[in-house]
């Protein structure tokens, strides 16, 4: 390209951004901007030094102010200005919240404190408790653990238990650029997980409660006071969804719905959020607005709309606070305050404006919002509604002449539906594709069939119960809510079972992610030719994505499960046992990453491995073995047959083979291995185990200060032997709940 066209290209976008800058666009970047800030905090391989990000963003705000007189850089400076403040902020939230990470595994040790959460799982419960004591602490002791329990009758919310346990290490990502459970769990206040070793007990203790465990009690106990009042109207799986729709508990949501649901694109249905909260401060202040005008000096001379704002603001308060509060929720509880501040101030409600300060608000207020599947799949869809009503809108709610007497009401609204299923779905895509290693391509027809039921049926009818539930006329409305919810149940049931509504791709690195958000964000919110760039982004992510390279062995943090890919190209397991391997949680995450999720559990993924008591063996691409040592006895052999070999033990000195060896006390997080063209073998850890960030683990002291796993041996390395202790199982991977 010649000087000439690349200038009269710069002088083309210059122009262009100029114009932006002019309609006052330049705002609705600053929350990208903070969000880039904080996930480069987040990303960073070693803890920053705490005042670096702030100096940053002091000098680039000095420097925006002197270049004032020159918009495009006045800008830039800007911007830059705003991720280093997204930067500090972030650092500065995370040493605020800083606590204790417990290194190694602890194994049964006597846990007491107060219980903070309750749940049911799929198999027992699990609680967490702000630790008030704990036996043999062998460094500083976590503050909170989380504990599974084998019963289905967890403690009561605000009692003090003591219990024996198994502790260990938050888990890390279970595969290299997977999802890093440790870091969440961290980020939610917990610095150990583990599972019981008998009931929980009541004990005394001398020791003061937490601050605001007393409000915590009282959420608890109203919410599951609820929650019986709605499963005794409705005992079946209906009540269960119910349940999970008006108080946030998901505990009596079947499996088996939750994945129709995911298959179908109607999950977000499922997470309180957006559609909720609005439903709830809309009803709140329509009525209240119409009681006011009832009366005819108010109606005439107050500004009742205005007055109607503020019931509906303390309802919304209180629904935030009585569904547990999740992301997605914070995000649609701080739009509608905004909203409804809107109509105090008499200003517009619902505008681009709108998300930008909600976004910036709960990213100050929690920067690792960023990080949470459930707040991008929130914001990308809340952003793709906007922008597509911005734009199109009004097409579809007042279409002129013979168009509108064509569509009338019913039409309009199909049109609206179409256009908001369209718009949240495709934005949403990506992120499902990056965390869940799924697509809903059916999720259209879907949305389609269901959200009748669900805005006029279900909806209406679990708000007219809780607001019929203190004088005890509830029943007919659950009973109601019920009807819809089996209606629902039924489409998604039907859609998932259709041929390809569930579509496993493979896993795409962060990289492709970010160039496919920054061409969504320019869809959105460019009104210029600059707008060209969001398909360049976008494609650029999707080919980023389709040529990133698959790991052709897979092994977990305790070296109890190894997968290996195969010349056809599919993954095949062994373990440190015969059965269950294929549907280990390992394994889910393995398969989900390689776009193969239909296999988990398969009996056919383990019959490649050749295995015995001792050990198990396969076949890699080339002809060489890769060799899993169930015990010490096998490593002679192993060593000697095997390319690579994976052990949980200390391996013998001089092993001709190249050893991946892993303790199972320390261990955070999977290893992947690549086969180079050249034969040689390229390992990758999960997360890297110098333990300077907050939340990762710190050696123990008597390793003196170095971890021995993960790590990679070459041929003859040997390390010291230690025991093995059982870790803590993973908590479930996060779900896809996006709400539109």
Not at 159 to 182: C, I, K, M, Q
Request: positive net charge; hydrophobic residues 50%; contains cysteine.
């Amino acid at each position: 390209m010649s000087a000439l066209a690349l200038a009269e290209l710069w002088q083309g976008l210059a122009g262009a951004l100029s114009r932006e800058l002019d309609d006052r666009r330049g705002f609705l970047f600053l929350p990208i901007g903070f969000a880039a800030g904080a996930a480069l905090y987040f990303g960073a391989p070693h803890e920053p030094l705490p005042y670096a990000g702030l100096g940053s963003a002091i000098v680039f705000a000095g420097l925006a102010l002197t270049a004032r007189g020159r918009p495009v850089a006045f800008h830039l400076l800007a911007l830059l200005a705003v991720i280093a403040a997204g930067f500090a902020i972030a650092g500065l939230q995370v040493q605020r919240m800083a606590h204790p990470v417990l290194g190694t595994t602890l194994n049964a040790v006597e846990v007491s404190g107060f219980v903070e959460a309750a749940e049911l799982r799929p198999r027992g419960s699990r609680i967490t408790l702000a630790v008030s004591a704990i036996e043999r602490p062998r460094e500083e002791k976590p503050t909170r653990v989380r504990v599974t329990l084998a019963g289905r009758e967890p403690p009561p919310v605000g009692s003090h238990v003591t219990l024996r346990a198994t502790l260990g290490p938050p888990p890390g990502p279970a595969y290299p650029g997977g999802f890093d459970f440790g870091r969440a769990i961290w980020l939610d206040g917990i610095g150990a997980t583990g599972y019981a070793l008998g009931r929980p007990q009541p004990s005394p203790t001398d020791v003061a409660p937490p601050f605001g465990l007393a409000m915590t009690t009282w959420l608890d106990r109203t919410r599951r006071a609820i929650a019986a009042r709605i499963r005794a109207a409705l005992p079946g799986e209906e009540g269960g969804v119910a349940v999970a729709l008006v108080t946030g508990l998901r505990d009596a949501v079947p499996e088996a719905i939750e994945e129709s649901m995911r298959v179908s694109g109607l999950s977000h249905v499922l997470s309180i959020s957006g559609l909720h909260m609005a439903l709830v401060a809309s009803t709140v202040f329509f009525l209240t607005r119409a009681l006011l005008a009832l009366l005819a000096d108010f109606a005439l001379y107050r500004p009742i709309k205005a007055w109607a704002a503020l019931p509906a603001m303390l309802s919304a308060s209180f629904y935030l606070l009585l569904s547990g509060a999740e992301v997605p929720t914070q995000r649609a509880y701080v739009m509608t305050l905004l909203v409804l501040a809107g109509i105090v101030l008499g200003r517009p409600a619902l505008t681009l404006r709108t998300l930008a300060v909600a976004a910036l608000v709960l990213l100050a207020l929690a920067p690792w919002a960023v990080l949470d599947p459930g707040a991008q799949m929130s914001f990308a869809a809340t952003l793709g509604l906007v922008a597509a009503y911005e734009r199109f809108g009004r097409l579809v709610a007042f279409p002129s002449g013979r168009l509108s007497r064509w569509l009338g009401l019913p039409g309009r609204y199909i049109a609206a539906l179409v256009l908001a299923s369209l718009a949240a779905g495709l934005a949403t895509a990506p992120y499902a594709a990056y965390h869940f290693q799924r697509l809903a391509p059916l999720s259209l027809v879907a949305n389609l069939a269901a959200m009748p039921v669900v805005s006029f049926v279900v909806m209406p009818a679990g708000l007219a119960g809780a607001v019929l539930m203190p004088f005890g006329w509830d029943d007919p409305a659950w009973r109601l809510m019920g009807w819809g919810l089996k209606r629902m149940s039924d489409i998604s049931a039907a859609v998932a079972a259709l041929p390809g509504a569930d579509r496993g791709v493979p896993a795409m690195p962060a990289a492709s992610l970010v160039l496919i958000s920054l061409g969504l964000m320019v869809l959105c919110l460019a009104r210029t030719r600059l707008v060209l760039f969001a398909p360049v982004l976008a494609a650029a992510g999707i080919a980023t994505a389709a040529t990133a390279p698959r790991p052709d062995i897979w092994v977990d943090s305790e070296a109890r499960t190894v997968a290996v890919r195969g010349r056809d190209g599919a993954l095949a397991v062994m373990g440190d046992r015969d059965r269950g391997v294929a549907g280990r949680f390992a394994v889910e995450q393995w398969l989900n990453a390689d776009g193969a999720r239909a296999r988990f559990g398969d009996a056919d993924l383990t019959k490649g491995a050749a295995c015995d008591p001792l050990g198990c063996l396969l076949p890699l691409p080339d002809g060489r073995l890769v060799a899993l040592s169930r015990e010490r006895e096998s490593l002679e052999d192993d060593c000697r047959l095997a390319a690579i070999l994976v052990t949980p033990f200390a391996p013998p000195r001089h092993c001709a083979a190249m050893v991946i060896h892993r303790d199972a006390r320390t261990a955070i997080g999977g290893m992947a291995a690549t086969l180079e063209p050249d034969g040689r073998v390229v390992l990758t850890a999960a997360r890297p185990m110098q333990g300077t960030r907050p939340w990762e683990p710190k050696p123990p002291p008597e390793s003196g200060g170095t971890r021995s796993a993960p790590r990679a041996e070459p041929p003859g390395a040997s390390s010291p032997s230690k025991a093995a202790g059982a870790p803590a199982e993973p908590d479930a991977a996060p779900e896809p709940d996006n709400a539109q």
